[in-house]
């Protein structure tokens, strides 16, 4: 039984869809202008895995992943290069989509333009402006009566005089409240024309909150099971999108939202405007994509992700473990056997919120079983599981040839090493890390003996 953290409620709820055995999911994708960064690559590999997983699961699933690809920008950008706006976005989409492929990263279902939705956009907000909702200021912009919605802030936990503290009406652009938010843009001068739409507002274009709403009930209907992005998108923008979508179709919007943790870097939030980021293709340079996938969903998705070189060294040094175990065998069909007590383990650990660093535990004891007993069955459950995640799904000498021999467990300081850490994680309840240690540990030949009293010794199996 699945149970999923909804943002909304911030708490697990049992998966219930609409329409059984469907699946409707909305994740909100990239602004095109730049190379994806490692925060972006985490959206794709996170909503990749949640689809996958849905989908052993016995749900049809119907996967949107939207590309904004105009705004204020994408617009600078391709005037600072001299260039078009469409040929500066399909540029950075094909990069985009040379990224998620390397990742392992299945295309969704459906890849929404914001450029192809105007249209809907217009009609949604002039729904809102005929339930009320919606207003020209005095700037000629339409934007939101955000006090008219009742309810605004019920994602991100924000009320309405807190947003407001502080805050000022600001004259010049004619806003009815501060905390109000655009809708249609007014052209200004010096924009490109292909960055306006006729409309009955006039010449302009969608502000960045409406586009989502539109692309995702024309493609979902104005109510679907569920919308995911990454943890900076739940206020403003998905907060933005419940108001827009409710006001104008009068019925719920989403039933579970959720939302994935930030990568950091240096205890900050890796991103653009820090100019702390790392690009995809930065990082592939210097390792595998299946080894940065495998970095990714060692994390449990909700938690914050710490990149670091030694971070990644360890993915690649435990998935090169895991590969090893293979080595040499002629594994029998892959598959997931659900009740074969491996699998059993892994579903239960994914069908509890996407516990992906519980399922990835199990797959270092079944490899540790391959190992001893070098069976082609249990070989073929150990690639029909991390198959389910987008892993181990090459051959593994291909694997072996091309990565940096792995330094191993081999040493006692460095077995007496992950012990340390293994403690460190057990004091700090962080149970899954330790129990990821242990497998690991066992995967390489090295069996923990817990004592009374907190310590632990160590045996080669």
Same mark, same amino acid.
Not at 19 to 40: N, Q, S
Not at 333 to 338: G, I
Not at 439 to 460: M, N, S, Y
């Given at each position: 039984?699945? /149970?999923?953290?909804?943002?909304?409620?911030?708490?697990? =709820? @049992?998966?219930?869809?609409?329409?059984?055995?469907?699946?409707?999911?909305?994740?909100?994708?990239? $602004? @095109?202008?730049?190379?994806?960064?490692?925060?972006?690559?985490?959206?794709? @590999?996170?909503?990749?895995?949640?689809?996958?997983?849905?989908?052993?699961?016995?749900? =049809?699933?119907?996967?949107?992943?939207?590309? +904004?690809?105009?705004?204020?920008?994408?617009?600078?950008?391709?005037?600072?290069?001299?260039?078009?706006? =469409?040929?500066?976005?399909?540029?950075?989409?094909?990069?985009?989509?040379?990224?998620?492929?390397?990742?392992?990263?299945?295309?969704?279902?459906?890849?929404?333009?914001? $450029?192809?939705?105007?249209?809907?956009?217009?009609?949604?907000?002039?729904?809102? &402006?005929?339930?009320?909702?919606?207003?020209?200021?005095?700037?000629?912009?339409?934007?939101?009566?955000?006090? /008219?919605? #009742?309810?605004?802030?019920?994602?991100?936990?924000?009320?309405?005089?807190?947003?407001?503290?502080?805050?000022?009406?600001?004259?010049?652009?004619?806003?009815?409240?501060?905390?109000?938010?655009?809708?249609?843009?007014?052209?200004?001068?010096? #924009?490109?024309?292909?960055?306006?739409?006729?409309?009955?507002?006039?010449?302009?274009?969608?502000?960045?909150?409406?586009?989502?709403?539109?692309?995702?009930?024309?493609?979902?209907?104005?109510?679907?099971?569920?919308?995911?992005?990454?943890?900076?998108?739940?206020?403003?923008?998905? &907060?933005? &999108?419940?108001?827009?979508?409710?006001?104008?179709?009068?019925?719920?919007?989403?039933?579970?939202?959720?939302?994935?943790?930030?990568?950091?870097?240096?205890?900050?939030?890796?991103?653009?405007?820090?100019?702390?980021?790392?690009?995809?293709? &930065? @990082?592939? /340079?210097?390792?595998?994509?299946?080894?940065?996938?495998?970095?990714?969903?060692?994390?449990?998705?909700?938690?914050?992700?710490?990149?670091?070189?030694?971070?990644?060294?360890?993915?690649?040094?435990?998935?090169?473990?895991?590969?090893?175990?293979?080595?040499?065998?002629?594994?029998?069909?892959?598959?997931?056997?659900?009740? #074969?007590?491996?699998?059993?383990?892994?579903?239960?650990?994914?069908?509890?919120?996407?516990?992906?660093?519980?399922?990835?535990?199990?797959?270092?004891?079944?490899?540790?079983?391959?190992?001893? +007993?070098?069976?082609?069955?249990?070989?073929?459950?150990?690639?029909?599981?991390?198959?389910?995640?987008?892993?181990?799904?090459?051959?593994?000498?291909?694997?072996?040839?091309?990565?940096?021999?792995?330094?191993?467990? $081999?040493?006692?300081?460095?077995?007496?090493?992950?012990?340390?850490?293994?403690?460190?994680?057990? /004091?700090?309840?962080?149970?899954?890390?330790?129990?990821?240690?242990?497998?690991?540990?066992?995967?390489?030949?090295?069996?923990?003996?817990?004592?009374?009293?907190?310590?632990?010794?160590?045996?080669?199996?």
């Amino acid at each position: 039984m699945l /149970k999923i953290h909804n943002t909304l409620l911030r708490d697990k =709820q @049992v998966f219930a869809p609409i329409e059984p055995g469907l699946v409707r999911m909305y994740v909100c994708g990239m $602004t @095109v202008y730049d190379f994806c960064h490692l925060g972006h690559a985490r959206v794709l @590999v996170v909503f990749d895995m949640v689809a996958r997983w849905l989908r052993a699961s016995g749900y =049809q699933v119907v996967y949107v992943r939207n590309i +904004t690809d105009i705004d204020d920008k994408i617009i600078r950008r391709a005037q600072e290069n001299g260039e078009s706006i =469409q040929t500066l976005t399909d540029r950075y989409i094909a990069f985009m989509h040379e990224d998620a492929e390397a990742l392992g990263v299945q295309k969704p279902d459906h890849e929404p333009r914001a $450029t192809q939705y105007v249209a809907a956009m217009q009609r949604l907000i002039g729904a809102l &402006e005929k339930n009320g909702y919606a207003y020209v200021a005095a700037n000629r912009d339409v934007c939101y009566s955000v006090r /008219k919605f #009742e309810g605004y802030g019920r994602l991100s936990g924000k009320s309405l005089e807190d947003l407001r503290a502080g805050e000022r009406v600001d004259v010049m652009e004619g806003k009815h409240d501060p905390l109000d938010f655009v809708l249609w843009k007014h052209t200004k001068a010096g #924009e490109p024309g292909e960055a306006k739409w006729d409309s009955p507002w006039g010449s302009g274009r969608p502000g960045w909150h409406i586009e989502c709403s539109a692309m995702s009930s024309e493609l979902l209907g104005p109510h679907f099971d569920i919308h995911g992005g990454g943890q900076d998108l739940q206020f403003p923008h998905h &907060e933005n &999108e419940i108001a827009q979508s409710e006001g104008a179709h009068g019925c719920r919007f989403v039933n579970y939202w959720m939302h994935n943790g930030f990568v950091r870097v240096d205890e900050e939030k890796m991103s653009k405007s820090l100019g702390n980021f790392f690009t995809i293709r &930065e @990082v592939l /340079k210097q390792y595998d994509p299946e080894v940065v996938r495998f970095f990714i969903l060692r994390a449990h998705y909700r938690s914050p992700l710490n990149y670091s070189d030694a971070h990644l060294d360890d993915a690649r040094g435990a998935l090169t473990r895991l590969y090893t175990a293979l080595k040499g065998i002629a594994p029998e069909k892959a598959d997931t056997d659900w009740e #074969e007590s491996h699998a059993a383990r892994f579903r239960a650990a994914m069908d509890d919120d996407f516990n992906t660093p519980e399922a990835i535990a199990v797959l270092f004891e079944l490899a540790n079983d391959v190992n001893r +007993t070098r069976s082609a069955r249990l070989a073929g459950h150990l690639k029909g599981l991390a198959g389910v995640l987008g892993l181990l799904e090459r051959d593994p000498v291909i694997f072996l040839q091309a990565a940096p021999t792995a330094a191993g467990l $081999t040493d006692a300081a460095a077995i007496e090493v992950r012990i340390v850490e293994r403690i460190a994680a057990k /004091k700090a309840k962080d149970y899954a890390a330790a129990d990821r240690i242990r497998a690991e540990l066992l995967a390489d030949g090295v069996v923990l003996e817990d004592k009374p009293g907190g310590a632990t010794e160590w045996r080669r199996a």
